[in-house]
């Protein structure tokens, strides 16, 4: 990317799919804000974030940091779904390549000649 000036957005580089999931991930943050009938302006001072950066959060713009997103769950008492986000027992493609390089069979090791144990 070149640099030309003007900002970039983002809905111009990020595929659909990742665009939807930010998208979900706002409105999921704002419906747990409102349905503990938490002002924006006690949210944002709670999480020491501005209330033009919690309504990015809210409509699910990913330039916003990880640790706004992070404080805002953290205030909302959801912190172990973002520890939980990337659980590597839950990780189907990487148990699947795991599994892939699984031995086909164990074999016993063989005692070398010549070496003995030391007491």
Do not use: W
Not at 25 to 53: H, P, W, Y
Not at 86 to 92: L, P
Not at 95 to 110: G, N, V
Request: charged fraction near 35%; proline fraction near 3%; glycine fraction near 6%.
């Amino acid at each position: 990317m070149t640099f030309t000036g003007r900002a970039v957005r983002y809905d111009s580089y990020l595929p659909l799919r990742l665009q939807r999931a930010f998208k979900k991930l706002g409105s999921d943050i704002s419906l747990a804000r409102r349905k503990r009938r938490i002002q924006v302006s006690v949210m944002a001072e709670r999480c020491n974030i501005s209330r033009a950066t919690l309504r990015k959060i809210e409509t699910g713009d990913p330039t916003v940091s990880a640790g706004s997103y992070g404080m805002v769950l953290f205030v909302l008492e959801m912190t172990e779904r973002l520890a939980d986000l990337v659980d590597v027992t839950r990780d189907v493609g990487g148990l699947e390549i795991d599994a892939a390089h699984l031995p086909q069979r164990i074999r016993e090791r063989r005692k070398r000649a010549g070496r003995t144990k030391r007491k």
